[in-house]
């Protein structure tokens, strides 16, 4: 119904309630922490990409930073027993590309550490969404088209870090493996058939 919103910000609170003013009609969002952290709070227009969930007493409309947060989200959502509201928790703690990470690292326990998702919770979403992770796009600055090799191995390194390992031992597995025009997954990979091997 609703594809995206531009605005301003009228109000936001600690409990990821998002008031946007388009054109004197307020709209009420529910944003992740990422999001809230990406809004301007000084009258400037932000435009807010959006997901209408009905229920059978209540429309909720969640709003996102960019297409590839919405795409998460959609995804996490049809997995069974993840609601609105646990996808939204998982989008607050692991950033895009630390999700796609862990995804496709089939890491449990980096999803285990979202508030909220227990053990068999993040084994299903592990299990139902490890091999759909290019449906998230990359985040628009980690594109093949606008990032330098190094940007890359950036990111892979803290994908690394969230998972648990030091930055120089990653630092370390990811120089022997990187080569040109490599994507952070496939980084990724590599360096953990490193430090796991």
């Known amino acids: 119904m609703y594809d995206f919103l531009r605005g301003t910000v009228a109000n936001v609170d600690a409990t990821g309630r998002l008031s946007l003013d388009v054109n004197g009609v307020g709209y009420s969002l529910r944003i992740s922490d990422h999001t809230r952290r990406q809004v301007p709070m000084d009258g400037q227009p932000v435009t807010l990409f959006t997901r209408l969930v009905v229920r059978e007493d209540d429309l909720i409309l969640f709003g996102f930073h960019d297409a590839a947060e919405r795409a998460a989200f959609d995804l996490l959502t049809s997995v069974q027993q993840v609601g609105p509201a646990l996808a939204l928790a998982v989008l607050s703690h692991l950033a895009i590309a630390h999700l796609r990470a862990v995804l496709a690292a089939r ?48 990111e892979a390194q803290r994908a690394l ?33 490193v430090l796991r091997g």
């Open 107 to 154: 890491d449990v326990a980096g999803l285990k550490r979202v508030k909220g998702v227990g053990p068999k919770t993040a084994e299903r979403i592990i299990l139902e969404l490890a091999d759909k992770v290019d449906r998230i796009p990359a985040p628009v600055e980690a594109t093949a088209s606008s990032t330098p090799a190094g940007l890359a191995v950036e």
């Open 161 to 193: 870090v969230v998972l648990g390992f030091g930055a120089k031992e990653a630092m370390d597995a990811l120089a022997k493996v990187a080569q040109p025009q490599m994507a952070p997954e496939g980084l990724l990979r590599a360096a953990l058939a």
